[in-house]
């Protein structure tokens, strides 16, 4: 599943770099749910929650189904 997350996480990312940030995978646990780290613009920026629910989140689960929750760290 971490190859499947990873692959969905390089989907955003160019998205992401555009503005000055980056995610970085930190986890993927047994029980779906998946941990990154926000850089750059993206670790200080006041919309980083909905970044991350809106968009990180809702790429991933679309892409690897399994996957439950994304939590930043």
């Known amino acids: ?3 499947k997350v990873e692959a969905a996480i ?3 990312r160019p998205a992401l770099q555009d503005d000055g940030g ?3 995978l930190v986890d ?3 029980d779906g749910v998946v941990k990154v780290k ?3 613009k ?4 006041p919309m980083s929650q909905m970044t991350l629910k809106m968009g990180i989140e809702r790429v ?3 892409e690897v189904p399994e996957v439950k ?3 930043a760290l």
């Open 22 to 24: 980056d995610v970085e």
């Open 28 to 30: 993927v646990s047994s």
């Open 69 to 71: 929750e994304v939590v």
């Open 60 to 62: 991933i689960k679309q």
């Open 10 to 12: 390089k989907k955003v």
């Open 1 to 3: 599943m971490k190859e």
């Open 38 to 40: 926000l850089t750059g």
């Open 42 to 45: 993206c670790g200080s920026c």
